[in-house]
Every structure is written in C-alpha cells, then in structure tokens.
C-alpha cells in the first residue's frame, strides 16, 4: 500500500494535463506520517508522499555538466509518470523507480495508479492532510 497527499495528487494530475500531448517525468519524496501536524491515522514511520522536484529544475548546468541539481540525491522515493497515449501502466520507456505513479488521460484521480518497477499494479491510499511547512535552506 502506497500513500499520498490529495494536493499532490491533485498537482499531479494538473501538470501531467498541462504537458499533454508530451508526457512527464517527476520525482517524487516522502514525510513519515508522524511529521505531519494533524493525525494521518498512520503508524509515525509510514512514508506518505507529499512532494515533487519540477521536471526541467537545473536543466541548464544538467545539459552543460550531466548534473541533475534539480532532484536531491538519494532523496527521492518514488516517480510519477504520465502517459497521454491511455496506457494505465508501467512501459519499458518509462524512467524506473522503487514505486511509479501513473496517469492517463482525462487526468482525474479515477485515471491515476501505482506500480513497483516490474510493472505490479499497488492499492494507493490518498490522505487528506496538508505535510509540515518545509523551513527555508540557509
């Protein structure tokens, strides 16, 4: 079972219908449901997924360099994918991750799935929870 806010799933959705006809790839990350201010109903050390890096941040010094600054290392668990085509699944072109979301159009939450990376289908669960406010970096 794989768990994710409504607002990211909802965000999602939205930019995998703003790329359309293109698919998207974005990466996805998680806070332990205990960090959350109200109570997620969840053991505290339960994964939900709460964030996303935007595809293309860095893109410049990636394209120069081959250094993806977009994405944190290490600090994505999962990815989301959209397939404009319809295909509710995981395709051998799509960029593998422990867990991929997927979407399919008309991009509404009826059209949105979790796989693992060999393409087995996994109940999600979307909680209705805001994650803790993210503190500025120094």
């Known amino acids: 079972m794989y768990y994710l806010t409504r607002g990211l799933q909802q965000t999602l959705l939205r930019l995998a219908g703003e790329a359309e006809p293109d698919s998207t790839t974005i990466s996805l990350s998680v806070t332990r449901a205990g960090e959350f201010e109200t109570d997620t109903g969840l053991d505290p050390e339960t994964p939900v997924f709460t964030h996303f890096y935007m595809p293309g941040a860095g893109g410049s010094v990636n394209a ?20 404009p085509g319809g295909d509710l699944g995981v395709s051998k072109l799509d960029d593998l991750h422990e867990v991929v979301f997927v979407a399919v159009p008309p991009w509404d939450e009826g059209d949105f799935g979790a ?11 979307v ?10 970096g120094l």
């Open 127 to 136: 909680i209705d929870a805001e994650p803790p406010a993210e503190e500025p």
């Open 64 to 83: 120069v360099f081959g250094v993806d600054l977009g994405t944190p290392v290490g600090q994505t668990e999962g990815r989301f994918v959209s397939h």
């Open 115 to 125: 796989f693992d990376r060999r393409g087995a289908r996994k109940d999600i669960t």
